[in-house]
């Protein structure tokens, strides 16, 4: 029995053992790759061109300070870095732009196909499921060719229409799935009470499903801010440039200025990172959102 | 009704069509900024893109690179998960790092890795080095099958973390009396896993795993940034031919063409995993009818 005790006490012992190991695995795997960009982000050019690397930043602001400086500077962008602070900006734009136009809509046409039953509120929402399916390649060229013959390519509404079409309808099927969590008797108890059916959507229902809206905002920001194959083909004038095009540009192994391309890198990534922080149960929840369902 | 028309307007105008459109595309000779009326030439396009000697290695490519990103995935993902459903000091911080490779964008994430695994003055060599591993730094971009490799090691980084993250969700779901009815029946830890928990989690193994494929589908970013494709076309997945085909050849129809056998791919694979997940289950379930 003694003996069995042991045995259970060397098992339970190197269980926690393995565990602790495969946790300190994950934080590693997930934190170096940033650490390794900080690590640079923050070393002078030439210390970061040293062999073997250094491992511990020196704390040399530099290359964030070129990048900011060049943003404030007259003259015109003369190289990569130059356009990560305007790419920054236009991003925002049309991040925002997508985001709220995709909470009215969706929010909408959610509630539409949780509350009523005309033809085909059945079967849309699972399609609009399914097109997450469909590669955005194959979308790129018609959208060219569409956006080119309207005169909006290198503009930032011809991004923010592009961007409309692969997020809302995920959006929506996101809506859908919250609304048909909230009880149809909150609708009725409103309608008896006297509202309008806008009424109780607008001010009874909406209220309620917050979380939902947080959810597809931040998705569809986050797509947005994230995208590069459209950013690219669609706009490739220098004062249209989005984020990710303009941070494509640093990518130079030849002029080795590593510091400036990793000090980019941070910038463009720290917007969806804190948003990811924040938020992330409204975005793990939102994202499976009738996961079990399907 | 009327409160879906909005959506429903976005979703023919900008997805729906589009889909057409571009299906129509596929189905003409069209040359990227030039005048000139597109030309009918049926299917042509598609028989130019199987006849083509890129296409079945750039496919194979990328089914390969594809089921890596989804297996590698799926095994980090469960790893994880398992060790984060048990209680310890700390866990929730943990968690809460965990979003953060999913947030990046492909581009961030392969300047990233670009770095990370740089020949000459990349941390990884330099460490590899100095702790004795290898003696000369590794070239990891020269030969296709390394740089396939590394961008694969790039995707599982940053899908891990969120596949870990549903993972753990379907785990807290496993009713706890099961467990404790598998260990009365002498089932060790990894048998209980196996015919216990797997079997319970099995639609979020489905989900991961199409998320992952359609991930890996798309890397057209990585490729963009690491490796333009070569050396020669070493590392041309369908995505980035099609990109080049459609963009840097001109050659819009062909382009399209590709996409739209890419979707077929993707769209048959996608069917396939779940197929391979979720038939098992409705065969038990008639076993035990």
């Known amino acids: 029995m003694a003996a069995g005790n042991r045995g259970r006490l060397a098992r339970r012992v190197a269980a926690r053992a393995l565990r602790a190991g495969v946790v300190l695995a994950l934080l590693a795997w997930v934190l170096l790759p940033f650490y390794f960009l900080l690590l640079v982000a923050l070393t002078s050019r030439a210390d970061s061109l040293r062999t073997p690397p250094r491992w511990i930043p020196a704390m040399d602001f530099g290359s964030f300070q070129k990048i900011f400086e060049s943003a404030f500077s007259s003259a015109p962008p003369s190289n990569p870095s130059d356009l990560i602070v305007p790419g920054m900006q236009n991003s925002a ?120 809206i947080i959810s597809v905002g931040l998705f569809s920001f986050m797509v947005s801010w994230n995208d590069f194959l459209f950013a690219l083909v669609l706009n490739s004038r220098t004062d249209a440039m989005l984020i990710q095009p303009a941070i494509s540009g640093l990518y130079n192994v030849r002029e080795q200025s590593f510091g400036i391309m990793a000090a980019g890198t941070l910038l463009a990534a720290l917007p969806t990172m804190l948003l990811a922080l924040v938020s992330q149960r409204f975005l793990v929840r939102g994202l499976t959102s009738g996961v079990g369902k399907v | 009704m009327a409160m879906a028309m909005p959506a429903l307007v976005v979703t023919l105008l900008l997805l729906g069509y589009p889909l057409v459109y571009s299906f129509w595309v596929s189905l003409h000779e069209q040359t990227l900024g030039s005048r000139a009326p597109a030309r009918w030439v049926g299917f042509d396009n598609y028989t130019a893109v199987l006849g083509d000697p890129i296409f079945l290695p750039s496919l194979t ?61 990349g941390p990884l060599n330099g460490a590899l080095k100095q702790t004795g591993v290898i003696d000369k730094y590794v070239a990891w971009f020269a030969s296709g099958q390394v740089a396939l490799t590394v961008m694969a090691v790039a995707f599982v980084w940053s ?59 798309l890397a057209f970013a990585l490729i963009y940034i690491l490796t333009g494709g070569g050396p020669g076309t070493e590392t041309t997945l369908l995505s980035w031919w099609g990109y080049t085909t459609a963009f840097r050849d001109l050659d819009l129809g062909k382009g399209a063409a590709i996409f739209y056998l890419m979707t077929l791919a993707m769209v048959l694979l996608a069917a396939l995993t779940a197929f391979f997940i979720r038939g098992p289950r409705k065969r038990s379930k008639e076993r035990t009818a």
């Not at chain 2, 896993?193 to 319970?200: G, H, N, S």
């Open chain 1, 93 to 212: 734009v049309v991040a925002v732009c997508v985001a709220v136009l995709n909470i009215v809509i969706a929010s909408t046409a959610g509630y539409a196909f949780a509350r009523f039953r005309f033809p085909g509120s059945r079967a849309v929402p699972g399609l609009m499921l399914g097109s997450q399916l469909v590669p955005v390649f194959a979308l790129v060229v018609p959208f060219y060719v569409m956006l080119h013959s309207m005169n909006l390519t290198d503009t930032r509404v011809g991004v923010v229409i592009a961007h409309l079409g692969f997020t809302v309808p995920f959006s929506v099927w996101m809506m859908r799935a919250y609304f048909n969590g909230i009880p149809v008797e909150v609708d009725r108890a409103a309608m008896i009470d006297g509202c309008t059916r806008w009424q109780v959507f607008a001010r009874v229902v909406l209220p309620l499903a917050r979380p939902g």
């Open chain 2, 61 to 121: 490519r990328t089914v390969l690179f594809a089921a890596a990103v989804v297996l590698g995935t799926l095994l980090l993902g469960t790893v994880f998960a398992l060790a984060l459903n048990q209680d310890f000091r700390g866990r929730s911080v943990v968690r809460g790092v965990l979003i953060l490779p999913w947030s990046l964008s492909q581009i961030t994430l392969a300047l990233t890795f670009g770095w990370i695994f740089n020949s000459t003055f």
């Open chain 2, 159 to 217: 899908l891990v973390p969120f596949a870990t993250l549903l993972i753990l969700g379907a785990l807290q779901t496993v009713p706890e009396d099961l467990h404790k009815a598998a260990r009365i029946d002498g089932a060790g830890p990894v048998r209980r896993f196996f015919f216990v928990t797997l079997p319970w989690i099995r639609d979020t193994v489905l989900v991961v795993s199409v998320l992952a494929l359609i991930n890996a589908f």
